[in-house]
């Protein structure tokens, strides 16, 4: 039961953020994914905010996000834990700081010469 509030929570910030929550897009395929991973939308960046893989290890994330980046938009890691963390550095992906006060929070995205999050 301790899960639904968090995810009231995460929506609540989401939204206070202006992002909106990704449940239908080409590159999402929900069968990869249990009910509780949480992707919102920001522009053309998609964030992932809570991933929970049916079968951790076996690729779901480097096929969703190979799916983002081929559709043009910029994959956001928002707080990762330590092997979601260790999976974007292997990449490359550069980790920063964003948000003021209790909206401050680390994200981790891809290097590009596009806008950052």
């Known amino acids: 039961m301790a899960a639904f509030p968090t995810r009231v929570k995460i ?28 992707i919102t939308r920001d522009g053309q960046r998609i964030r992932l905010v809570l991933l929970n893989a049916v079968a ?6 480097t096929r969703l996000v ?25 990449r490359g992906w550069r980790g920063r700081w964003i948000g003021r006060g209790k909206d401050r929070h680390r994200v981790f995205c891809p290097i590009t010469k596009g806008p950052s999050p």
């Open 56 to 61: 951790p290890g076996r690729g779901a994330l």
């Open 11 to 38: 929506l609540r910030s989401e939204r206070a953020r202006g992002c909106e929550r990704v449940f239908v897009a080409d590159w999402l395929d929900w069968a990869e994914w249990k009910t509780d991973t949480f």
């Open 66 to 90: 190979d799916g983002i980046l081929a559709s043009g938009l910029q994959p956001v890691v928002v707080e990762p834990n330590a092997p979601l963390e260790l999976w974007c550095l292997k």
